[in-house]
């Protein structure tokens, strides 16, 4: 919006009309007083002595993590193999329950907009709102600790996030292909699999595999809460206060991650 | 069949060699992870009794008997959630500005980048158990927490989208004479600002989302509250706290749609 105004007798240009600059004023006034309020509210039980020595205890922490006592690596394979089955092994299950919540969520493929459309956005939301740890505190509790209830975890909260990307995509298909199909005759079961299957599939795989790197992040930490992996043993070490071991821990789920995120989004180009 | 030749759809992989070689992989790798992984089937059982107790407290939850611990948790995580993206998406502008090749030298440039590999690469809650052993149990390490969370995923994406900027409007204001403050607010700012705010409305939802798992460790929240309600097995608190977590989110998202709408 350029404005002229007049400034000191001369005419100089403007972003926003005096009223505008008056709401917008306005506006940043209530923003940062409704911010400092929440403030406020968030520090009431803050003991503030232990916040002046923060400086010194990161002093102190890294002090105590160096140096790394790499012997513990020997420990780590095997909750390094289960961290990375949870994620590959949850993420298959998550398309398997997924993907059909996707078909009956997008308006292309539903087969009740009335009934089962709003169930399945509803499930896509549920799965979506909750973390994975989450997830993870509620299948220990009930199946008892171990690397299942992390498999299944990483599997519920898979399901939203592959559900709702697939039925974004299932919703972007193209008409005329799925008319060309429909005009050959073809059953309901066949205009998704040679009309639709084809064209998501791409997207489909890039999600999958996206996805599994996001759940690979997730699930060296599931076993805070006792869902079994690498983040079981860097319970175990934090509650000991054995800060070398954490240092490994924290070195092997940096590689882990970093080597799941390169090889995800090598295969994501290879595929688009 | 009778000598007629059908139809099949072409694989997705071409390559026959390839595309045996994957599925023999693919069997391979689920042999080993399913013999590695133990199930303890008495356990299970006793526990599909304990997943219907849960199932069924979702028809009658139990918002009253702790609601002086829900309410407290609640409010804790959402005023970390406010400040914690306001003070994450404040240092970020700076951190973006920083990651982007075309505005940055090349120190500057390698330093922002390291700190939004960082902040993207570990979990939160490692963070948090860091955190929380620095400024101690309660909401403001959780609070600092989502805020350095914040920082390297919106300096990410701001760093990306001011690498794609129209070259020609930053050249316009600069042969109008205006210094490089001037260029990033009058050339670069309005290119990228709309999509800023929205990622900025869509990261207060993620921070939400996060504040009620950092509790778990001790950062503040309502993460705690919930913990706790495991540990007692008071499915019905656990249910009532999961609704409202899921209320909130739900009605976030839909807010956070309709201001993402009108911006754009």
């Known amino acids: ?272 | 069949m009778n000598g007629t030749l059908r139809w099949r759809p072409a694989p997705l992989i071409a390559n026959p060699w390839l595309r045996w070689g994957l599925y023999g992989g693919v069997a391979l790798y689920l042999v080993l992870a399913f013999a590695s992984l133990q199930v303890n089937w008495a356990r299970l059982a006793e526990g599909l009794v304990r997943g219907g107790a849960f199932a069924a407290a979702f028809a009658h939850p139990d918002f009253t008997s702790r609601a002086a611990e829900i309410s407290e948790g609640i409010i804790e995580s959402l005023t970390m959630t406010v400040v914690a993206t306001v003070l994450g998406v404040v240092l970020a502008v700076p951190v973006g500005i920083g990651a982007a090749r075309n505005l940055a030298p090349l120190p500057i440039y390698a330093f922002c980048r390291t700190l939004i590999a960082l902040s993207r690469t570990f979990p939160e809650i490692i963070v948090a158990i860091l955190l929380v052993k620095m400024f101690g149990f309660g909401p403001l390490a959780g609070m600092f927490t989502l805020a350095f969370a914040t920082i390297g995923f919106m300096a990410k994406l701001l760093a990306e989208d001011l690498e794609d900027i129209d070259e020609a409007q930053v050249e316009a204001v600069r042969a109008s004479g205006a210094g490089r403050a001037q260029i990033l607010v009058y050339a670069v700012q309005p290119q990228v600002m709309a999509r800023f705010v929205g990622l900025s409305i869509y990261r207060l939802d993620i921070n939400f989302r996060e504040s009620a798992v950092i509790g778990i460790v001790g950062a503040g929240g309502i993460g705690a509250t919930l913990n706790t309600s495991f540990d007692r097995y008071e499915f019905d608190t656990t249910a009532a706290i999961l609704l409202l977590i899921i209320g909130i989110v739900m009605a976030a998202e839909y807010g956070s749609g309709i201001i993402r709408k009108r911006l754009q």
């Open chain 1, 1 to 272: 919006m350029p404005i002229t105004s007049i400034s000191d007798g001369r005419m100089g240009w403007q972003r926003r009309t005096g009223r505008a600059r008056l709401v917008n004023w306005f506006g940043w006034l209530v923003g940062v007083l409704f911010v400092v309020q929440c403030w406020d509210i968030m520090n009431a039980e803050t003991i503030w002595d232990f916040v002046w020595d923060a400086p010194e205890q990161a002093g102190d922490l890294l002090g105590r993590m160096w140096p790394p006592r790499w012997s513990v690596l020997d420990r780590l394979w095997a909750p390094l193999w289960d961290t990375i089955n949870m994620a590959t092994l949850g993420t298959m299950l998550g398309i398997m329950l997924g993907a059909p919540v996707a078909f009956l969520a997008a308006r292309t493929t539903t087969p009740s907009m009335a009934v089962a459309r709003p169930i399945a956005l509803l499930i896509i939301v549920s799965s979506r709102s909750i973390n994975a740890l989450i997830w993870a505190m509620l299948l220990v509790t009930i199946l008892g600790p171990g690397v299942l209830a992390g498999i299944i975890a990483i599997a519920l909260r898979s399901i939203g996030f592959i559900g709702k990307l697939l039925y974004e995509a299932l919703e972007e298909t193209d008409a005329a292909q799925i008319e060309a199909i429909t005009a050959t005759g073809a059953t309901r079961g066949q205009r998704l699999i040679f009309g639709f299957l084809p064209q998501i599939m791409p997207v489909f795989a890039g999600i999958s595999v996206y996805r599994w790197d996001i759940n690979i992040r997730e699930s060296t930490v599931l076993g805070l809460v006792g869902a079994g992996g690498i983040g079981l043993q860097l319970n175990a070490s934090v509650s000991r206060l054995a800060w070398p071991e954490v240092t490994v821990m924290f070195a092997a789920i940096l590689v882990t991650v970093i080597v799941s995120e390169f090889v995800s989004a090598k295969v994501r180009a290879a595929i688009t």
